[in-house]
């Protein structure tokens, strides 16, 4: 590991970024044990992926806590300042995938997989099922947004499921009881189920806690079609498109649109499996179809 990748890992209570998509696909692989697709993942049964030992759970709970607690609306406002500018590097998408697999981490390297498998597990999930080209590509670049962690910033301000700021959190966000630290509590004008936004204002106009997808969506939004803005976006807004919460600030576009955040979600939480995909062997296809749409060199 080297410094800069020992620096992103000390930056918080999880071993590693995996730590909470695991989690997250513990939450909701029972209830998808009947509909998920055929992602081709012969290796483990979905109830395989509980695996978790107590030390994970303890981890991933005090990373919910600091994320409750310190993404707070000025916090956010600060981070889309601070990053969606961007600039602070100029790279291509491939060699973006390279350099989050700086990404390394303390946990078990021969069950755990690397950051660039994970997208290439799911974006060949996609392929496979015969998804559009484009679909194929959004999930290969869908968690890039993870960089962050390599900038300097702490885990809960990365990954973590996200929610609107601004307006009552609702009650079916994991570890809701962690919002009563929250400053952002204190604020009446927040405490209302609309809070500062308007009855079906869109999602557009709604401010989601900050992390790795916002800042993805900014990235590759001029080069991808509008499905796979959604895709990007609100991918780890499980809140939504798992709970079906905050309904009343989507407009009938915005509902429209989730269905294509569901179809992702299923080959973002189901594709993990232990086979690890051979980078080398893919890269040619993946150069080819990341040159259809993004230009050799882009700003992060
Ligand atoms: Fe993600
Ligand atoms: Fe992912």
Redesign the pocket.
């Known amino acids: 590991m080297d410094d800069q990748a020992a620096k992103a890992t000390s930056l918080g209570p999880l071993k590693s970024l995996e730590e909470w998509?695991d989690f997250v696909k513990d939450r909701y692989t029972a209830a998808d044990s009947l509909s998920a697709p055929d992602t081709g993942n012969t290796n483990k049964k979905k109830e395989e992926f509980r695996n978790h030992d107590a030390d994970a759970r303890a981890c991933v709970k005090e990373f919910y806590r600091l994320n409750h607690t310190y993404q707070t609306r000025d916090f956010v406002l600060q981070k889309k300042k601070e990053f969606l500018p961007r600039g602070r590097m100029t790279m291509g998408v491939w060699e973006a995938m390279q350099y989050l697999n700086q990404l390394v981490d303390d946990s078990d390297p021969d069950t755990d997989l690397s950051q660039i498998e994970h997208l290439l597990q799911t974006a060949e999930a996609a392929r496979r099922d015969g998804r559009p080209r484009w679909f194929v590509l959004t999930a290969l670049i869908?968690?890039l947004?993870?960089i962050l962690c390599l900038w300097g910033e702490p885990q809960w301000a990365v990954?973590g499921d996200t929610f609107p700021v601004g307006c009552a959190w609702s009650p079916k966000i994991v570890f809701h009881e962690f919002f009563q630290a929250n400053p952002d509590s204190r604020v009446p004008d927040f405490e209302t189920r609309l809070g500062i936004y308007e009855e079906r204002c869109g999602l557009d106009k709604v401010d989601l806690s900050w992390g790795?997808?916002e800042y993805i969506y900014h990235v590759a939004k001029d080069h991808l079609p509008e499905e796979a803005h959604y895709m990007l976006r609100y991918?780890?807004f499980y809140p939504a498109h798992r709970e079906g919460e905050y309904t009343y600030l989507m407009n009938d576009h915005d509902r429209e649109m989730f269905s294509w955040v569901r179809e992702f979600s299923q080959y973002?939480l189901y594709s993990k499996s232990s086979q690890r995909p051979d980078a080398e062997r893919l890269r040619p296809y993946y150069e080819d179809l990341i040159g259809e749409y993004f230009p050799a060199k882009i700003a992060w």
Do not use: Y
């Open positions: 998509d869908h968690d947004g993870k990954v790795h997808d991918h780890s973002d």
